[in-house]
């Protein structure tokens, strides 16, 4: 009897402690999940560090980007394999993934089983490598840099220590060697040489363990039949990664490439629990709800939490106390509850969970007065455009695109935009177009002015000056300088400022070009991931086709260097419509501070919405179904989405102002069904908003519903109340899952995330009053906002449409909290 227990009891031990294909068709023991392609390479941005076989290691996705690739150290626009199948094996334990490149007509097969606690990842050839690929094609899988430097690793018998910086060895090799990469760009300047670098080897060996002083991210990888080479990514690009790769071998078929993978788990390892609370801190009076959310095996999901406060006095007291209320799971976690809204008693305070105690904040009645100071003194004019920017003793960037815009010729882009065959234009390809380097706003963690989103700013400032005429002036510009300082006042509000810099660039395109460009951004990829002063992104130096590249002319002012930004001039109706309708209302708030700019934008208002209205008339027979479903969005009888329902409402209570009594009376049952649309959020997930499940994290849907909301709270406060408004600020702020640090840069006295996607991302650092995209979600199950890693813009990039969503969120909100 007892013997036959133990048995049951080793047997049951060994099976827990082996990985098991799941029903969410991932390998998973406790601490470990290995995911071959639930996300594949969608081709978008090409390689976006997001792919392939990923591992997810006690919590945190460090590993990704197993796949067959091209390149010891692929960049984002290195080739990727296009994913032709996958099949789930639940007998064999395994997954098959097929994998192609089409560009080299190449195919592969990678097929991963669960060997007890490894998968062993072996790559299947039909066909031979094509010759052209020979030495160069592998089976590669990344390590994420800000979780594995400084640990040491082990290679064969040799020990060494993941570099903090890469420090690593190069080689040059002729261009011709240099597999393709996205649409024939090219991501390096070669300087004349004809040659592009190759980072060496760190080690080489057939048994290489990662990080052997950390249990939690000790993974071993070997191979008998193949050798492995360790390779520092950052040589080439700061969002490399370190990769672990084997050539394929030349001329085989069959089994060519077999590696065991072994992720340690750490036994019985269990999630800490994320608490999740706002860290700007609360109103006395406003509903103040933590959401804990809890590993599925964590034992503790009942009990109670406490609310502990810190008295000037230096003692601690237990404030508050209760029981944990269980909302349920959603998807990988559990969550529970805890409710301290009685608490009303201004002072310093922190959650005590367990043993988890969190970093204190406040409860206070101005606790929001500060939320939107960042964006609007800081994040919003260090993205001005054509100005030198500075701040105290530091330059954020001298004045860029000194030598303008060129007319880009027929083109393909790499950040989604295309110039057609016909410019559209008077001017030639590659003719300068004058008068364009004024104004306007860097779109994101890039440099380009995107038109449809500086058309956004403007809009998005024009409707917080109606709506708050707010007088801050905390920022000089000068147009006639192109200086802009940071804190110093001029006598003029920043936002009219703003306004105005904006209009400047858009009314310059309508003038110069005749409608609006897509976009001014740049001609080449080498400079478009440029990360450093946005002044040095060009030479400064009109392009001169006459001379060799990189020789500049005997008066200084033309080189023969083709890095000049051009301006894509296909012509779209309704984006001048867009253009028209924003320079009407410019032209209204810029009377009496800017006449000759107001007076020029209504010019082109005017001539705008004639023109692009004859367009549309004239392309009407053109018109298909595409046509009938945007009047379907716009009036609201397509398919009811949120992203509808809720736009159509924002109009509808934006024109309020504007109409009568009675128009506002018709609204009534649209807003009732909007608050239950608000309570349907609570049942969809525990933190009551829209969460976004796309490859760009979802801020910007939760900014439009928080603004909704608020407008809906402000016109129809019987309807929705009061405590439905600090929905949106408690996410931002950090009650959301993965980790409570507030997605604004420097908002979130005690705990702000410390990395964004901005274009100092280089740094580890952030531009305050940044807004991040937030969590994003790997399929199946998995959400992550890193704050260690900067790079991957899908959770940590912000954009100046977005932020400036977040001033009007944020002063309309602020509005409606701050102590009257
Ligand atoms: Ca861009
Ligand atoms: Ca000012
Ligand atoms: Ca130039």
Redesign the pocket.
């Known amino acids: 009897m007892v013997l036959c227990s133990g048995l049951m009891l080793a047997a049951a031990v060994s099976a827990q402690e082996a990985l098991r294909l799941n029903d969410l068709e991932y390998f998973e023991r406790q601490g470990v999940n290995v995911l071959v392609f639930s996300n594949s390479f969608n081709g978008g941005f090409n390689d976006e560090k997001n792919s392939g076989i990923e591992i997810i290691h006690h919590g945190v996705r460090t590993v990704q980007g197993g796949a067959i690739r091209l390149n010891n150290t692929p960049e984002q626009w290195d080739l990727v394999p296009t994913m032709t199948s996958r099949k789930v094996n639940r007998e064999a334990g395994s997954i098959e993934v097929g994998l192609r490149y089409n560009d080299y007509d190449f195919d592969s097969r990678i097929v991963v089983t669960a060997k007890g606690k490894a998968v062993e990842v072996a790559v299947w050839l039909d066909k031979p490598v094509p010759e052209k690929l020979a030495g160069e094609a592998g089976l590669n899988i990344e390590f994420l840099p800000s979780q594995y430097w400084l640990k040491t690793y082990q290679v064969d018998n040799r020990l060494g220590r993941f570099p903090r910086y890469a420090t690593s060895q190069t080689v040059t090799r002729p261009n011709s060697e240099k597999p393709r990469q996205f649409k024939g760009f090219k991501t390096y300047d070669d300087r004349g040489t004809n040659r592009f670098v190759d980072p060496l080897p760190i080690e080489t060996g057939h048994k290489l363990s990662l990080a052997t002083d950390d249990p939690s991210r000790l993974v071993t990888i070997s191979s008998e039949d193949a050798e492995l080479k360790l390779y520092d990514g950052r040589m080439l690009a700061q969002n490399g990664w370190f990769v672990v790769r084997s050539v394929l071998p030349k001329g085989k078929t069959g089994k060519v490439v077999t590696w065991t993978i072994e992720p340690h788990a750490i036994p019985g390892w269990i999630r800490e629990p994320n608490i999740g609370f706002s860290q700007v801190g609360y109103t006395p009076e406003q509903p103040k709800v933590a959401v804990i959310e809890l590993d599925k095996k964590d034992p503790v999901q009942t009990g109670t939490a406490s609310l502990m406060r810190l008295n000037p006095d230096g003692t601690t007291e237990e404030a508050f106390k209760d029981d944990v209320k269980t909302w349920g799971p959603y998807f990988k976690y559990n969550y529970v509850k805890f409710d301290f809204s009685s608490v009303r008693h201004p002072g310093v305070y922190f959650i005590q969970y367990g043993k988890k105690r969190t970093n204190d904040f406040l409860i206070d009645e101005h606790v929001y007065d500060k939320i939107t100071d960042a964006t609007t003194d800081v994040w919003v004019p260090i993205h001005m455009n054509h100005m030198y920017v500075t701040e105290g003793y530091r330059t954020w960037h001298g004045e860029p695109f000194k030598e303008g815009y060129l007319q880009a010729p027929e083109s393909d882009h790499f950040d989604l935009h295309r110039q057609g065959a016909e410019t559209e234009t008077k001017y030639k390809p590659l003719e300068l177009i004058p008068g364009l380097n004024v104004g306007g706003f860097f779109d994101a963690g890039d440099f380009d002015i995107e038109t449809s989103s500086n058309i956004n700013v403007v809009q998005n400032f024009i409707r917080t000056w109606e709506l708050f005429k707010p007088q801050r002036?905390?920022?000089?510009?000068s147009q006639e300088q192109r200086y802009v300082e940071l804190h110093r006042?001029?006598?003029?509000?920043?936002i009219l400022?703003f306004i105005e810099h904006g209009v400047l660039n858009l009314v310059a395109q309508a003038e110069q070009i005749g409608h609006m460009s897509q976009t001014l951004s740049n001609s080449v990829l080498d400079n478009y991931h440029h990360l450093g002063d946005a002044a040095s992104i060009t030479d400064g130096l009109h392009y001169d086709p006459s001379l060799r590249p990189y020789e500049v002319s005997a008066d200084g002012k033309r080189s023969g260097t083709p890095d000049d930004m051009w301006a894509f001039t296909t012509r779209n109706p309704r984006l001048d419509l867009q253009a028209a309708g924003v320079f009407t209302s410019a032209a209204r708030v810029l009377r009496g501070y800017n006449d000759d700019l107001a007076d020029r934008a209504q010019k082109q208002a005017d001539r705008l919405q004639k023109e692009a209205t004859a367009l549309q008339r004239e392309s009407r027979h053109r018109r298909d179904r595409q046509a009938d479903a945007d009047n379907d969005w716009l009036t609201g009888t397509g398919d009811g989405n949120y992203r509808n329902v809720a736009r159509n409402l924002q109009t509808m209570l934006d024109s309020i102002p504007m109409k009568d009594a009675a128009y506002k009376e018709k609204l009534r049952p649209a807003v009732k069904q909007y608050l239950e649309y608000i309570h349907n959020f609570d049942k969809e997930n525990p933190y009551g908003v829209p969460i976004g499940l796309g490859n760009w994290a979802g801020v910007n849907a939760v900014l439009n519903f928080g603004i909704t909301v608020n407008y809906a709270h402000i016109y129809f406060p019987d309807i929705v109340g009061k405590e439905e408004v600090y929905r949106v600020a408690n996410w931002l702020y950090g009650c959301h899952p993965y980790h409570n640090y507030s997605f604004v840069a420097v908002v979130g006295a005690a705990r702000p995330k410390q990395v964004f996607y901005g274009n100092n991302r280089a740094d580890f650092s952030f531009i305050p009053g940044n807004v991040a995209p937030g969590l994003l979600f790997r399929k199946p199950d998995h959400f992550e906002n890193f704050d260690d890693w900067p790079f991957l813009w899908g959770q940590n990039e912000g954009t100046i449409a977005g932020n400036t969503q977040y001033i009007i969120f944020g002063s309309s909100f602020r509005n409606i909290v701050a102590p009257k």
């Open positions: 002036d905390e920022t000089f510009v006042p001029d006598g003029k509000p920043d400022q």
